[in-house]
């Protein structure tokens, strides 16, 4: 008999494959991938729109733009990783599928492993979106080579952690609204310390606090490296915090996996 | 495992947030059975179906399914197959595509498990049905399918939570029919959580009720009915014109209190007193007006059904 965690029985294929296939097909075939990713596309569409005419009337540095833009695409891509997580396990339960899944020999690890891949692959997609958006405004300044590749190291750090993140609520939470409300809520909390007066910024503590959040952390370091002309070595520091941020939450996303089970009320 | 229990379980015990579900169960099913599964809304039989499937972990005691013991849970779910109360089912997914999904989940290669779906959709009776979308299906053709998911690992233990719940009478005796035919061809081992004592008598050897989450009667459905329900009436038919004789002769009895029935002239009601054994009571009782040349034109027995042993157990103690 197949050892427990890969192949359930026999030669098919690994339970988290299964499932990943599954998933995509249903997010991307039947659910909610392509809208997402329109509106997706359309918000980067006016963001690009924007900072090009403010550019043009020398209200923003080209570099700024390619920041500003490259930001919007790293957040707003992670967050749609965010709503897909959300919804994975909890939506599950809601709709009383959870209790056919679990009946399966497949690893609970299988199953959030699956999930977790469809999850990222809204960040892939997104990504693939915004990549002619960032060549377009930097191929004037040279930083269309640092600025892709930037973006996707930190963008896939984030949409990591907010994979992990998302799978974690929605396997603790019974109900969807409030796993993707939670969801939401930690995330706006990420983006709090960007509201802070710049003298609290510049304080010691209002460096420690940017440098932990991941989500400022890597927006600074992606800042750092196009307008500032950084070396990609030079601010690695800045990724500290996604970095362990990605690591801790997927792991504790994996930790609940194997206490996956019913809640008491749920439905077949 | 060979000549293992079906299903054994031992003192278990689950609460939901100090609400007491099921209470020191226990437990045990030969291979093969058909065990109907009775108790009334909340008396905890989704509970332990759900601890016995390994969906939900029990907060004391032990069980071992088909001899698998609780604590080999993957092992336990590669011989279980489950239909769950009030499933649910994808929307937007073809019965075909969600029964080789599970398939694979349990290990079967792609093209295997795109053919056991196709069979056993056949086997349910879905084979037209199963390349059209799971929004299209009735909900008899979702418990069908849910049925076909639960074979497709060929279990030794079948749970069925409700199977026939939300159907029309024609839709019940449908799926009634091919679970026993189930049964039948597998020789699994059922067992079929309902509400229709009539499913029950029908289909099942033995049963088990639960009441406020303990096992108050279980038994072959004959035993528990005799157990639980002993007769304590009867009504007897006489010529009406002899209908004052039969009463003198039945008050000479001590095995029993005889009444006229109300409208029916010619009809008595006999009241066996508690301790009595029923059967005797009521023999003694016709034998008697036989002697006295009183003619008896019909006799039946009340109760001694399972519903009135169900409604005896569960009623609140």
């Known amino acids: 008999m197949a050892a427990v965690g890969d192949r359930p029985v026999g030669v098919g294929r690994r339970a988290w494959m299964v499932v990943a296939e599954r998933e995509l097909r249903d997010l991307w075939l039947a659910g909610r991938g392509l809208p997402l990713l329109l509106a997706y596309s359309v918000l980067l569409s006016v963001t690009s729109y924007l900072v090009a005419a403010n550019q043009a009337l020398n209200f923003l540095e080209q570099r700024e733009a390619v920041s500003l833009t490259l930001q919007v695409a790293v957040a707003v891509g992670a967050l749609l990783v965010l709503l897909g997580a959300a919804d994975s396990v909890s939506g599950e339960r809601e709709r009383g599928t959870l209790e056919s899944l679990l009946l399966s020999p497949a690893p609970r690890r299988a199953l959030i492993i699956g999930k977790g891949v469809a999850a990222l692959s809204l960040w892939a997609a997104a990504w693939a979106v915004s990549v002619p958006y960032v060549w377009y405004l930097a191929r004037g300044v040279g930083v269309v080579g640092v600025a892709v590749a930037s973006g996707l190291i930190v963008g896939s750090l984030l949409a990591l952690f907010l994979a992990g993140y998302g799978l974690l609520i929605s396997t603790i939470l019974s109900s969807n609204r409030l796993s993707l409300s939670v969801s939401l809520f930690a995330l706006l909390a990420l983006y709090a310390p960007t509201q802070m007066p710049t003298a609290v910024q510049n304080s010691w503590i209002g460096e420690l606090l940017l440098r932990v959040d991941p989500f400022t952390a890597g927006l600074r370091y992606l800042g750092r490296l196009i307008i500032n002309g950084h070396s990609p070595g030079q601010d690695a520091g800045w990724l500290i915090g996604p970095i362990v941020a990605a690591v801790v939450a997927a792991s504790l996303a994996l930790a609940a996996a194997n206490r996956l089970t019913l809640h008491g009320g749920d439905q077949g | ?317």
């Open chain 2, 1 to 317: 495992m060979a000549g293992a229990l079906a299903l054994q379980a031992r003192g278990l015990r689950k609460a939901y947030r100090g609400v007491v579900a099921v209470e020191s169960l226990d437990l045990e099913v030969e291979p093969g059975t058909v065990l109907g599964f009775l108790g009334p809304n909340g008396a905890g039989k989704t509970t332990v179906i759900r601890m016995l499937s390994t969906v939900l972990r029990p907060d004391a005691g032990w069980f071992a399914v088909a001899g698998v013991p609780q604590d080999q849970p993957v092992e336990i779910r590669r011989r279980v197959g489950v239909l769950p109360e009030s499933a649910g089912y994808p929307p937007g997914q073809t019965g075909e595509e969600w029964v080789s999904f599970h398939a694979e989940l349990f290990g079967r290669p792609r093209d295997d498990a795109r053919a056991t779906a196709r069979r056993l959709l056949a086997e349910v009776g879905l084979a037209e049905r199963g390349g059209s979308l799971i929004s299209g299906y009735s909900r008899g053709m979702r418990q069908r399918l849910g049925i076909a998911r639960a074979l497709i690992n060929d279990p030794q233990v079948v749970f069925l939570d409700e199977p026939t719940l939300g159907l029309d009478p024609m839709g019940q005796l449908q799926v009634l029919e091919l679970m026993t035919g189930i049964a039948r061809e597998h020789g699994v081992t059922i067992v079929l959580s309902t509400h229709l004592l009539a499913e029950v008598e029908q289909a099942c050897d033995r049963v088990l009720i639960l009441h406020r989450g303990r096992v108050v009667a279980q038994g072959t459905v004959a035993e528990v009915a005799r157990r639980a329900a002993a007769p304590r009436r009867g009504l007897v038919k006489v010529p009406p014109q002899l209908r004052i004789r039969a009463l003198e002769v039945l008050a000479a009895s001590e095995a029993v209190a005889a009444a006229g029935a109300g409208d029916h002239p010619g009809e008595l009601v006999l009241t066996m007193p508690g301790g009595a054994a029923p059967d005797n009571a009521a023999s003694l009782a016709l034998r008697r007006l036989l002697e006295a040349d009183v003619p008896v034109l019909g006799f039946a027995l009340e109760g001694g059904r399972l519903s009135d042993a169900f409604l005896t157990v569960t009623e609140d103690r």
